[in-house]
């Protein structure tokens, strides 16, 4: 008898795991049109507010006018254009690495290069709140898969003595994207050093964010290329644009584009996108008046939020959950926020784990202060619900 598909949608519908598109008809700002109504944007990743930017908008034009709009085959074939060669090298020079490969997408470049480093006889050691990319990259490489406990370096230690592969590949998100805390990364990176492992950490919310010019993690933490040896970003976020990429050594990336699948048989990002993330890379590393507004709107939200009794998560990033456990009550507050003229989603599991549902807030150096005042008002009106 045929798998019952209408039955599974019915069950996710009654435990308030069940998930639906809205439709945007304006481009991401602190506004955006859903459904043909104007809301305040509190969930888009947008950080630094340049997907609408004129000079990324302008760039993406003028290249889409020399090269067209499709890149027309893989990056192997005759897909590789001087846009996509010109993000590359400046991406090297962003992150203090050699190089970086272009990949199309965030979830093809985690499975892509995990898979690729290490297979059956190796072990991949991964945080327990990984992205699912992650997660699906180290689980179809074949290599013993162990998670140790969130940002817990003693318990990756004690995994790592146990360990008598040759071949062993620590990963961990930089930034967590639905608790956006901070990995602990010097200790990873000592870890790595003292049992002969690759340390890669999946950087995707804090490039743009998080350094003195955006470089993320690697240049929050002062890690350079021995100690983090692959440096996975993604510009989508940050970066206002799309794709991403993996800077390292010569090494690592001539053996990534030869042996990487999700990079060797795809077919490359459009030359224009590849232009539109030169231009917002330009604004990223000189934006430090947007990461300072953006810092400034977190730091407001997180002193006025604790004052009304909101339970945060351990953040200082611009991901700002606000915990309430049940999927009713997520999906509840969602809706009342909504009703008000605010748009914040409901994350639920397996998103984050079960009985830790949460509305995930984002900023954007795009919001004013207004915006966030009017969040949190929103917001205090919400405690009034049932619980």
Known sequence: MPFDLGAVIAQKKADGLYRRRRTLASGQGA????DGRELLNFCSNDYLGLASHPEVIAAFRQAASTYGVGSGASHLVCGHSAEHEALEVELAAFTGRQRALLFSTGYMANTGIVQALVGRGD???EDRLNHASLIDGGLASGAKFQRYRHNDAESLGALLEKSSADRKLIVTDGVFSMDGDV???PALA???QQHGAWLMVDDAHGIGVLGAHGAGVAEHFAL?????PVLMGTLGKGAGSFGAFVAGD??????LINTARSYIYTTALPPAVAAASRASLKLMQNGQHLRERLRGHIHYFREQATGLGLQLMDSTTPIQPVLLGSNERALAWSAALEQRGILVGAIRPP???VGQARLRITFSAAHERDDVDRLLQALA????LPA
């Open 224 to 228: 350079d290329a021995k100690a983090l």
């Open 250 to 255: 010569d090494v690592l990336i001539d053996y």
């Open 123 to 125: 072990a991949v050691f």
């Open 381 to 384: 009106d919400c405690r009034g």
């Open 31 to 34: 506004s955006v049109t859903v």
């Open 183 to 185: 990995a602990p990364l």
């Open 351 to 353: 998103t984050v784990p």
């Open 190 to 192: 000592q870890l790595a």
